[in-house]
């Protein structure tokens, strides 16, 4: 698997992923969410931190929390595992817990825009937590942007400060840097 860093925004923020979303890194994730290889986690985090931005390393990574019905489904948060691995893999990296779902969310997969953003409408809560240092959204694929935005906009609420969004894949191309 051919791992690369990527540069891009979204609403100008700045976004760094590390893979186009195609058959074989869709059947990676797919197989990391739905069925369990969880044991794909620490070799794709050694891969990716390999290509980690040196300007990063200081960072937080904050995990995009799946729906409540996918984690119990799962038994395991999918972002978290990936995000605690990098976090092994990269210097300085800490992962803090700061979002939480706030209710039950339809799964996203064939939803456009407009219903993801209906759907993701206070959709995470934020936890009452001390983070002084750079925070970076942190999730598995981005397709429309609608989740990355929903979970940066209740943090911003909190008055938290997002200098950026950290994801493995995208699906739509996104305004190179």
Known sequence: MEIKLFRAYLDKVPVIYFQEYGEY???VILGIKDQGITSAIGILAKSISQHWPEELWDSVLVPIPSSPANNLRRGYSHTKLLARSLARAVPGITVVDLLISAKPRLDQSNLGFDQRKKNLAGAF??????VSRKILLFDDILTTGATLQAAKQSLELAGFEVAGYVVLSRVRPLKPE
Do not use: G, S
Request: aromatic content about 12%.
């Open 25 to 27: 890194f869709a059947k």
């Open 125 to 130: 809560q934020v936890r009452n937590l001390n």
